[in-house]
């Protein structure tokens, strides 16, 4: 007798990744119940980017105004500067769109910065301590959706059928058991989940130390008179680090770099620490110290192995508690992010009874060589910063000669390492390869270039973005507004799709079918026939019906063949 449960899933960590997966179980339907020992959003801007593709997914929420909304303000340019310190000598800058040139999309931006052209968006300068309240709204906006704040986790019991948690209130020390389905750990780098697994981390690990410094300061913009960039690097060898904008007016980080890996991070002096980088002295107020570490590092497993023989266990890895990176790229939140919506749509198909078993078990086989992909990324940029970085001699504030050629040469170097803020590619370009769920063509895979999006529909790609109609701004249609919810069957030719749509329905899996009218957008989809999932990738396509329209159906719905267990099909 199965047990009674008090929720399908439980979500373990009320972070970015936790809210979104939250939200995309409560916007799919599904009830969840989210446990965050925290009492209110985290007052520390952790993370600080929101790529592309993560604004592509909460687009389909509907929550993207909002984002922009709590990010930098809408009229200024994204900059990164490079500097001796910040009111040192300039070296290298970079310019990118506003959040206006983003909306609003004027042709002379979109012939400027190409990346305009791969998506509806660009990079959103946003801290994880404004955007928490943005999903945290979304999330309690869906009364499926129970939010279980100033509550800890205390360890959990697999069974066959369910998982029993343990939880306690941390005001009152009331303790009691909840009984899920589905338990998902989203608890972060040092997940008291994965340990209690077992479960080790691959990679390189542990890289250098740094150290946060978030503070307020009302003269920090004025005093080094570069206008507000979103990034300022620094580059004097008693300061290396990066200044970020917080909000844009008042809030600031900064992050000192240790390139001794061996060197110690605690007993510094803020004050001592940010004049260095500035340049002189300045009024602050400190709000807060975070001690952390550069890491490359990806999970073994994503899965419980589960009380059964078959290794499929009911506790999932999401986030960092699946992966750990460097800062550099603005990755890591965001393949947390991607994880979320990747494991919500597969739980909430099996819910519904449409989904296979195998859906749930390409979840790992999909996002884990993606986090490896990324975390190498983001490992490999902070390698060339750190290269650059060392190789800059004390002499490159002097007012000589030397000093302008030293700073010429490092500047040179900026520029070469600079490309890495190139990063559409990374957001944007990766593809799920040999994913169980997704039917291959047996064409040439596309380049996989971190810089660039090569947009195609080779099966396990993001399908392809293009305005549907003469409003170009992002008030118009987009061909991923088509996408989000159920599988799109898109139409650009003659080819029969009902052999296929009838397959899937037969499943009970939601489809609807697109015929694609506009003759400009036909070449976008490379097939006469392209079947996309319910999260935008690209499950199968073909200039002709499926010959086993059945087989095909029955696969991207995570079922094994006939004749197969769903033992046999997971391994």
């Known amino acids: 007798m199965s047990a009674r449960l008090d929720t399908p899933v439980l979500i373990v960590g009320g972070g970015p990744v936790g809210l979104t997966l939250a939200g995309e179980l409560g916007w799919r339907g599904l009830p969840c119940t989210v446990v965050e020992a925290r009492t209110g959003p985290t007052e520390h801007p952790k993370a600080t980017l929101l790529g592309a593709r993560s604004m ?44 206006r040139d983003t ?89 008291g989940i994965r340990r209690s697994l077992g479960i080790r981390m691959n990679g390189r690990g542990r890289m250098r130390p740094n150290v946060s410094f978030y503070f307020e300061s009302d003269e920090f913009l004025t005093l080094h008179g570069r206008g507000l960039g979103n990034l300022y690097f620094i580059f004097a060898p008693d300061s290396f680090g990066v200044f970020t904008a917080i909000d844009g007016v008042r809030r600031w980080t900064f992050q000192f770099y240790f390139l001794d890996p061996s060197r110690a991070t605690k007993d510094i002096d803020p004050a ?97 060589p993606i986090a490896v992909r990324n975390s190498v990324i983001s490992a490999n940029n902070s390698d060339k910063i750190d290269m650059v970085m060392d190789e800059t001699p004390p002499e490159i504030e002097e007012d000589s000669p030397r000093g302008a050629r030293l700073r010429a040469a490092a500047a040179s170097r900026i520029r070469w390492m600079a490309r890495q803020f190139n990063s559409a590619g990374t957001h944007l370009g990766y593809r799920y390869v040999d994913s169980p769920v997704i039917v291959p063509d047996g064409s040439p895979e596309p380049p996989d270039d971190p810089t660039q999006v090569v947009p195609s529909t080779w099966p396990g790609s993001r399908a ?108």
């Open 464 to 571: 392809p973005h293009a305005f549907t109609g003469a409003d170009t701004s992002l008030r118009g249609e987009t061909t991923l507004d088509w996408f989000g919810r159920d599988f799109v069957l898109v139409q650009t030719g003659e080819a029969d799709g009902a052999p296929l749509m009838a397959a899937l329905q037969r499943l009970r899996a939601p489809v609807t079918c697109r015929h694609v009218e506009q003759p400009w957008l036909r070449p976008q989809f490379e097939r006469a026939l392209v079947l996309v999932r319910p999260d935008g990738h690209v499950a199968w396509r073909g200039d002709a019906p499926p010959a086993d329209p059945e087989g095909v159906a029955r696969r991207v719905c995570g079922h094994p063949e006939p004749g197969v267990t769903a033992s046999e099909a997971r391994h």
């Open 103 to 191: 909306t609003e999309r004027p042709p002379e931006a979109v012939a400027r910065w190409r990346e305009l052209q791969w998506s509806p968006f660009y990079k959103t300068q946003i801290g994880q301590q404004a955007l928490e309240p943005v999903l945290l709204d979304f999330v309690a906006s869906h009364p499926n959706v129970t939010l279980q704040n100033g509550t800890r986790f205390l360890g959990h019991v697999e069974h066959a059928d369910h998982v029993e948690a343990q939880i306690e209130d941390i005001a009152t020390g009331a303790r009691r058991t909840i009984r899920a389905r589905w338990l998902v750990a989203c608890d972060g780098g040092g997940s």
């Open 272 to 368: 001592e620490v940010l004049s260095r980088a500035m340049g002189r002295p300045f009024a602050f107020r400190l709000e807060g110290v975070q001690h952390w570490h550069h890491h490359q590092s990806v999970a073994r497993s994503w899965r419980s192995p589960g009380p059964e023989e078959d290794g499929a266990g009911r506790v999932f890895l999401a986030g960092d508690a699946a992966h750990l990176f460097a800062p550099t790229g603005g990755v890591g939140m965001n393949t947390g992010i991607g994880d979320a919506v990747d494991l919500g749509w597969k739980l909430a198909a099996v819910e519904a009874g449409w989904g296979g078993d195998g859906l749930l078990g390409s979840y790992e086989a999909e996002r884990k």
């Open 56 to 99: 592509e997914l909460y687009r389909r929420w509907g929550i993207t105004e909002r984002i922009f909304a709590a990010a930098l303000p809408p009229d200024i340019n994204y900059f990164i500067t490079f500097s001796t310190r910040l009111t040192g000598h300039e070296l290298y800058r970079i310019t990118s769109p506003s959040i």
